[in-house]
């Protein structure tokens, strides 16, 4: 590539920075998923300034930000192998927006916290993504290969489709553990940077 076309290239991710946003909406009673949503949005600020990038409670909703969002992070703690009741209130809130199309091609991911290792957290993530699939969104998966499977790792529990975390029974600030962090953090920054690439470039005409 040329020093212009490169130029060209920085200034157009750069428009780009400047145009995007992303929502993390999440349900938690105790505190551990909102521990993992708040980290997300922290590795998104990596890439993007604060305002650009919100964690959003399902029970204090700003619907103009998501309607605004280009990337919307859907995350919930598991209860009985699915999301909790809130979060599928949340879902069913969004039906005149299915009806209308309001969310088609806005980007999609998504997160499940939950107190076993498995915990059925994989039913979330697909119950999301198929939610995600009705409003006509695009998927953005969690590409990241496991370091290994202790506390610290990345990825640990080697999910692909989305972002799973496990929180013991302790305070937020201590569980779920650094590896589930880190990766939450490395998730968010992930996600910003994959919509800033794809977002097409504004016309200056
Ligand atoms: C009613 C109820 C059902 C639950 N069901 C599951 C479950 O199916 N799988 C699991 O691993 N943990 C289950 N848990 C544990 C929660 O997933 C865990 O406490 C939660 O993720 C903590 O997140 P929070 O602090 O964000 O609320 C359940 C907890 C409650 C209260």
Redesign the pocket.
């Known amino acids: 590539m040329n020093t212009s076309a490169t130029a060209s290239l920085t200034s157009t991710l750069t428009d780009n920075k400047q145009s995007v946003s992303i929502a993390v909406i999440y349900h938690?009673?105790?505190?551990?998923?909102?521990r993992v949503a708040e980290a997300i949005v922290m590795g998104a600020h990596q890439q993007l300034p604060e305002a650009q990038a919100k964690a959003v409670d399902v029970h204090d909703v700003d619907w103009d930000f998501l309607d605004q969002a280009d990337l919307l992070v859907f995350g919930s703690?598991?209860?009985?192998?699915s999301v909790t009741a809130e979060f599928k209130t949340f879902m069913d809130e969004t039906s005149k927006r299915w009806y209308h199309r309001k969310w088609e091609g806005k980007w999609a991911a998504a997160f499940a916290?939950?107190?076993?290792l498995?915990?059925?957290?994989l039913a979330v993530l697909q119950q999301i993504s198929l939610y995600a699939m009705q409003h006509g969104m695009n998927w953005i998966g969690l590409p990241l290969m496991p370091t290994g499977h202790e506390a610290h790792d990345l990825n640990r529990l080697s999910s692909f489709l989305g972002l799973m975390t496990q929180?013991l029974d302790g305070p937020?600030e201590e569980t779920p553990g650094k590896g589930d962090i880190d990766t939450a953090i490395w998730f968010g920054d992930h996600l910003a940077k994959t919509i800033i690439k794809h977002q097409p470039a504004t016309s200056t005409c």
């Open positions: 938690s009673n105790y505190g551990h998923t909102k703690a598991v209860y009985m192998g916290n939950s107190g076993g498995s915990g059925d957290k929180s937020p």
